[in-house]
């Protein structure tokens, strides 16, 4: 059945921006053949099945549009746990690989994230894939879009990989970690293409041209060829880009400008890319981001954890730059989920201290600035944003018409207990609340906490065998 009706939520935040960010309180939603069919006060009609939201708060499900999901078994590696992005690259994404010569492991793995992110009320992930190599005994594509498919979950494909070896982190790099021609790159993205992606605003199935880094992972001469593929599939472009200072340091000194400067001039800007990070963006690049519509997919927890930096977030959306939110992998951010990375989002840019000199009168007072970015911006870049870079027009907010893609959070936490705004509470209380219904085009994939068909602990068993085999 795939009628439903959601009544009476303490509180719905809509994805959108401005005054359109609140539904009323005690509003319903109505759901019908997977789309969102009225909003309102409503009657329950005949054969519709309800989820009673009294003490829930309703919001969009999150648009995760940058992961790393191979690393899901990565988590917590002592070797890296210290380290910036160059050294750690070195110790653990790199050497590891070598662990994910065989299916289980991959999909295993992929099973994890997915899960972790399912249960934090995510329900459209973006897998920028790059565990590809010659020879590889199995189907990278095939398995990740399966385990999404089990659990119900809209997923998008950025297919990545490297055309050549990245000096500064494959000096020892394992078999798995060995380059693909570019040759053999495009055809992976163009047979990966024609048997998954699906081109419409409410598509479960998607494909992404995803080059792993645009300066390091292949030779200049061929971003403009891989480039010229996408678009003459009809597919994104997605890439990590100046996500540390040492980024941009190498960039100015080998090519002579910035690395977004440098993706400008190999045809690597417009509404149809985004790239994951780009913490160290000057003015000038913020307003090229904005004129051409080149997204950003912003991952606050990971860049903490690297000690990268703060992305310009703020900036950003003021200027009308397509700003998501993304998780990265879980090797460099411990806890990828999205209400964990909603979390950090909104405290990080009120903490930062040049949120204070941009805002406060005049230009001058030091520290933070408490209204940096709201719990509504942090919603909507989780949501709306999200489905925009990723070129999901039906897909993001709780609206009339849209893909009912709805997470209903119960505030039944002690750390929800006093809260006097229901809507922020999955936002600014922390911790994942309690998820009592997720909804993905109108089919539920999970209810009061639980995954229909999972069994969490043989997963947990699962997981930890092969980590005791990497030790």
Not at 345 to 374: E, I, K, S, V, Y
Not at 377 to 384: E, L, M, R
Request: glycine share 10%; aromatic share 6%; charged share 20%.
């Amino acid at each position: 059945m795939n009628s439903w009706l959601i009544r009476g939520a303490m509180a719905a935040v809509s994805g959108l921006r401005g005054g359109a960010a609140r539904l009323q309180r005690g509003t319903d939603i109505r759901v019908r053949d997977g789309v969102i069919a009225a909003i309102g006060q409503l009657a329950p009609e005949p054969g519709e099945r309800l989820i009673d939201a009294r003490d829930c708060v309703v919001y969009p499900g999150w648009v995760n549009t940058h992961h790393h999901l191979f690393q899901s078994l990565l988590k917590g590696i002592p070797a890296g746990i210290d380290l910036p992005l160059v050294p750690w690259l070195a110790a653990v994404p790199v050497p590891y690989r070598r662990y994910l010569d065989h299916e289980n492991a991959l999909r295993i793995a992929a099973r994890v994230g997915l899960v972790e992110l399912l249960l934090s009320g995510c329900t459209t992930v973006a897998d920028h894939q790059y565990h590809y190599y010659p020879g590889m005994p199995f189907d990278v594509s095939a398995v990740v879009f399966e385990e999404a498919a089990r659990l119900g979950l809209r997923f998008v494909l950025c297919r990545g990989g490297q055309t050549q070896a990245r000096a500064m982190t494959d000096a020892v790099a394992p078999l798995q970690s060995a380059p693909e021609t570019l040759d053999a790159f495009m055809a992976g993205v163009e047979r990966d293409t024609r048997r998954f992606h699906d081109p419409g605003p409410m598509a479960m199935r998607r494909v992404v041209s995803a080059i792993t880094t645009p300066n390091w992972s292949c030779r200049p001469e061929h971003l403009k060829p891989l480039a010229a593929q996408a678009r003459a599939l009809g597919i994104r472009l997605h890439s990590h880009l100046s996500e540390s200072w040492d980024y941009v340091r190498w960039a100015r000194e080998v090519h002579g400008c910035t690395p977004l400067q440098w993706v400008a001039q190999h045809d690597w800007l417009g509404p149809d890319v985004w790239f994951a990070h780009v913490v160290h963006l000057d003015d000038s690049e913020l307003r090229l981001c904005a004129s051409t519509g080149t997204g950003i997919a912003h991952c606050p927890q990971s860049n903490a954890r690297l000690g990268s930096g703060i992305a310009r977030v703020p900036e950003a959306l003021a200027l009308g730059v397509p700003v998501s939110l993304a998780v990265d992998g879980a090797a460099s951010n411990e806890a990828a989920d999205m209400a964990s990375e909603a979390h950090a989002a909104w405290l990080m840019h009120r903490a930062d201290p040049r949120a204070g000199t941009r805002m406060q009168a005049g230009g001058t007072q030091p520290g933070g600035h408490a209204a940096a970015l709201t719990v509504d911006d942090v919603v909507h870049i989780g949501t709306a944003g999200g489905a925009r870079v990723l070129g999901l027009g039906g897909v993001g907010s709780l609206e009339v018409g849209m893909a009912a893609d709805i997470a209903v959070y119960r505030l039944d936490q002690p750390r929800h207990f006093g809260l006097h705004d229901p809507a922020i509470g999955p936002v600014a209380s922390g911790g994942r609340p309690t998820l009592r219904a997720l909804l993905v085009q109108g089919r539920l994939v999970a209810e009061h906490d639980q995954i229909p068909g999972l069994d969490l602990a043989e997963l947990q068993a699962q997981a930890r065998a092969l980590v005791a085999r990497m030790r």
